[in-house]
């Protein structure tokens, strides 16, 4: 039987995930339950189908509902047509492609099997990650990952459970381990006013992180993106009063981080 993945999108074409133009395959499925998160739609692991109501006309009554298929099962051989569509752009800008999530480790046959043939094609490769996943799978993994694109969200350890469902022990343990073993990896700390923006929380990040070799930080301020989906998935949204940080408070904590000798980048 063909080996199959669940994906929730493909975006081509991608500009901020990696270097040069990329591909970038978004699996479904993630083991943690970040407040902030703007991909609720990649929480579940299976394809879910869900109804949207479309208002027409003047009267407030006159709607219809719309079914809306989010996720689908993709063949490694799919998957691979897809990305090699684009090979060339790759070839001229340095790019490749970049397997992104939902968490892509929590389907890692898959996911191991797309790394190797990416590498038979000469393709950079890129895993976004949060590095919620066993150590073994992720040691297997890394064999065929260039760059690491792995999140950091918050150091302490109850906070973390708190905001996101899970231990950061492993996930800790695991960025400590490529690093190690010399992977190339960038962090990329998602700024979320009230939960990890304190002086508190980025000076544990900071002492943290100031004992690994990796290649830079990235800043991702918190933003409204994903609100309209928690709507659709008729899911709570705990992030409604929450503002995105300003600009000044980004400075600041960007200040801070390099004060532990990072070099760091605010993305937009
Ligand atoms: S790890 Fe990423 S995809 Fe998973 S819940 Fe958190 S923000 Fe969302």
Redesign the pocket.
């Known amino acids: 039987m063909a080996l199959k993945g669940v994906i929730f999108d493909i975006k081509k074409f991608a500009v901020h995930d990696g270097p040069g133009i990329r591909t970038t395959i978004f699996f479904k499925g993630?083991?943690?339950?970040?407040w902030?998160?703007?991909?609720?739609e990649?929480?579940s692991t299976e394809p879910e189908t869900i109804t949207r109501e479309i208002f027409t006309g003047t009267s407030s009554k006159a709607c219809y509902e719309r079914k809306e298929l989010i996720g689908k099962e993709i063949t490694l051989e799919e998957a691979m047509d897809e990305i090699l569509k684009d090979q060339v752009f790759y070839e001229i800008s340095n790019g490749g492609v970049t397997f992104s999530?939902?968490?892509p480790l929590l389907q890692s046959e898959f996911l191991l099997a797309i790394l190797k043939k990416s590498k038979e094609n000469n393709l950079h490769t890129t895993l976004d990650t949060?590095g919620?996943a066993s150590s073994n799978i992720l040691k297997k993994i890394s064999n065929f990952v260039d760059l690491f694109l792995y999140?950091m969200?918050l150091v302490d350890e109850e906070k973390h459970k708190k905001y996101?469902g899970k231990s950061n022990n492993t996930i800790k343990q695991n960025l400590e381990m490529l690093t190690k073993a010399g992977q190339q990896v960038i962090i990329r700390i998602?700024i979320i006013p009230t939960i990890n923006d304190s002086l508190d929380d980025v000076k544990q990040i900071g002492e943290f992180l100031s004992k690994l070799k990796i290649i830079r930080v990235e800043l991702l301020p918190f933003h409204k993106i994903g609100e309209d989906k928690y709507k659709k998935l008729n899911k709570i949204n705990r992030m409604k009063d929450i503002r995105k940080p300003t600009k000044e408070h980004m400075r600041t904590i960007k200040e801070r981080l390099e004060k532990y000798g990072l070099l760091v980048k605010i993305e937009e």
């Open positions: 993630c083991p943690m339950d970040c902030w998160c703007h991909n609720p990649s929480h999530g939902g968490e949060s919620c999140d969200k996101t998602p």
